[in-house]
């Protein structure tokens, strides 16, 4: 199993970027994409997470309306449009593949390499 992250970088708030998670190794039908973010000196949080079996979505109240999660079949990618970045949302960004069901993402054991994101004021 692996998932690569990309699309990390430097922007001013205001700005966007779309982090990519390009899965591998598995079979993405069975599974949920989770995408977390840790600040400095902060614990990880979940930010957003969809559901490939039935293209379910939750975002965090902290991003919800400024982030949006989708993803591409057939290239087993999950992608994160984050639109108006705030410097709070500055963090390593992973994705994590797991399961989503009971209305809940549920965190498996593969994570991604992670991504830079940082957002000046």
């Known amino acids: 199993v692996q998932l690569v992250e990309s699309g990390g970088g430097l922007v001013q708030a205001g700005g966007s970027l779309r982090l990519s998670c390009a899965g591998s190794g598995f079979t993405f039908d069975d599974y949920a994409i989770g995408w977390f973010r840790q600040a400095p000196g902060k614990e990880r949080e979940g930010v957003s997470c969809?559901?490939?079996?039935?293209?379910?979505?939750w975002v965090a109240a902290s991003v919800k309306g400024r982030f949006t999660i989708s993803m591409d079949n057939t290239k087993n990618t999950v992608y994160l449009q984050m639109n108006s970045l705030k410097p709070e949302d500055t963090a390593v960004y992973y994705c994590?593949?797991?399961?989503?069901?009971?209305?809940?993402?549920?965190?498996?054991?593969?994570w991604g390499q992670g991504t830079q994101v940082t957002v000046s004021s």
């Open positions: 969809i559901s490939r079996r039935d293209s379910t979505t």
């Open positions: 994590n593949l797991g399961t989503y069901y009971r209305g809940r993402y549920h965190s498996g054991g593969a």
